[in-house]
Nanobody, 116 residues
Framework: QVQLVESGGGLVQPGGSLRLSCAAS????????MGWYRQAPGKQREFVAK???????DYANSVKGRFTISRDNAKNTVYLQMSSLKPEDTAVYYC??????????WGQGTQVTVSS
């Protein structure tokens, strides 16, 4: 089993920055990519960013140039550096552990609120 634990959410003003962390533990060898999704009130969960085991990264168009995903393999941790935050970035952010042929792993979520 795998556990994903997010941290780093909070309240930030528009234009500000936050860094989210996701620490993975357990049998992580089945995970081929780590990523972030978000879900705003009344909306479906949407893809934000991902990074594969080989270091390939991908971003949603809405966050390109503002968010950066990275990983520390020694710590089994993935980060999401968010800059130039906008009110529309407000959502619960979920860490995702992607697997091939099996259901993904999910964290419990961390709230990010962008408001003045």
């Amino acid at each position: 089993q795998v556990q994903l634990v997010e941290s780093g959410g909070g309240l930030v003003q528009p234009g500000g920055s936050l860094r989210l962390s996701c620490a993975a533990s357990g049998n992580i060898f089945s995970i081929y990519a780590m990523g972030w999704y978000r879900q705003a009130p009344g909306k479906q969960r949407e893809f934000v960013a991902k990074i594969t085991n080989s270091g390939y990264t991908d971003y949603a168009n809405s966050v390109k140039g503002r968010f950066t995903i990275s990983r520390d393999n020694a710590k089994n941790t993935v980060y999401l550096q968010m800059s130039s935050l906008k009110p529309e970035d407000t959502a619960v952010y979920y860490c995702n552990g992607g697997r091939i042929g099996s259901s993904d792993y999910w964290g419990q979520g961390t709230q990010v609120t962008v408001s003045s």
